[in-house]
């Protein structure tokens, strides 16, 4: 099986993307085509697109990499770019690149001229089985992450797992966080898998991944409720990386190397209040130190990143919002958690 169907577009992996891809373009007329890369992808990445891209690319627009750029101003430059390339509601923007790229190149595409049609293929780990797919964009607000954005469907997503070749395995390994994650809050038997037999770059695996997060997009587009499952680890692992982008004497965390440290920390409030077991619980925290290197946060660290919760996008009436796991591939949404806690899920997340 090489496409799996979402709510408005599919994603295709390997020659069916190629073939989707081109079909696509052959039939919609569209008057200019515009490529967004970062400068590894355009060093690394568009090589092997040009090569199976049958159409001439109009421009090919250039942002830079890293978290650090993914806010308005880049948005502007884009803008900008397409504006003065002649862009207009017949383009298209193919967004080729990870996580960043395709969540700013989509949010560029879906307010540009009021929406433009755009494609994401997205060449890291990480944003094949997760950030490119369910049609979120949008960008950050200073080091708070995500906090601009509109929720739109890409025409289709494209997955090249050969792409994952010119990653480095730091950049790879931030991917199997969400993988995990999938596992976690839906499926015990692909968890078990994904830690026993530690090879997830294959296709299946992906192709997994992606079917998890797209059954559980397509029954709330709009995250109403079972979309919030998606958000396990990410409450407190988004203010963990936000933090960390803003003190430059910290090391930066990946995404997903912030996110393995709030599944942990998020397991131990799901031992607390929700039954979680003990074994349970010990069995993540042993998976995710097994290949996440430990984050040495002291006290004032900490007490920096809890005031960073009242800007979780799943806060509500004033409440921090949290997904909790009662076991392994069952996940529950919507609990307060007593403040108590946090520093006890630090404390046993030190030991």
Not at 9 to 14: G, M, R
Not at 164 to 177: E, F
Request: proline share 2%.
């Amino acid at each position: 099986m090489e496409s799996v169907k979402s709510q408005s577009y599919e994603v295709h992996i390997n020659e069916l993307a190629k073939a989707s891809l081109n079909q696509h373009v052959a039939k919609s007329d569209y008057s200019k085509i515009f490529l967004l890369v970062d400068e590894n992808t355009k060093e690394h990445c568009l090589p092997i697109f040009k090569k199976m891209f049958e159409h001439p690319i109009d421009s090919i627009l250039e942002i830079q990499s890293g978290e650090e750029n993914k806010h308005i101003h880049t948005c502007l430059q884009v803008w900008e770019d397409l504006s003065n390339l002649d862009g207009d509601r017949k383009s298209l923007l193919i967004n080729l690149g990870g996580g960043v790229l395709t969540d700013l190149g989509g949010f560029v595409a879906s307010t540009f001229k009021r929406g433009i049609d755009f494609v994401n293929i997205p060449t890291t780990l990480l944003s094949m089985v997760d950030a490119s797919i369910g049609g979120k964009t949008g960008v950050d607000l200073g080091s708070l992450k995500n906090q601009i954005g509109v929720i739109n469907q890409p025409q289709m997503v494209l997955i090249f797992p050969e792409y994952l070749n010119t990653l480095d395995p730091r950049q790879v390994k931030s991917g199997y966080a969400e993988m995990l994650k999938h596992g976690l809050i839906q499926d015990k038997d692909y968890w078990k898998d994904l830690v026993e037999k530690n090879n997830f770059t294959n296709a299946s695996c992906i192709q997994r991944s992606i079917t998890i997060k797209n059954e559980v997009v397509l029954q709330d587009p709009t995250e109403k409720g079972l979309r919030k499952i998606l958000n396990f680890g990410h409450t407190l692992g988004h203010a963990i990386e936000s933090y960390c982008l803003d003190n430059h004497d910290k090391k930066t965390l990946l995404h997903g190397e912030a996110i393995a440290v709030g599944m942990i920390l998020e397991g131990y409030l799901s031992h607390e209040l929700r039954g979680l077991s003990k074994l349970a619980l010990d069995d993540i925290k042993k998976a995710f130190l097994t290949h996440f290197d430990k984050v040495d946060f002291h006290d004032d660290d900490i007490d920096a990143i809890l005031q960073l919760l009242k800007y979780d996008k799943k806060n509500s009436h004033g409440n921090v919002n949290f997904v909790l796991l009662q076991s392994i591939g069952e996940a529950v949404t919507d609990i307060k958690i007593p403040e108590e806690l946090f520093h006890k899920a630090f404390a046993y997340y030190k030991e």
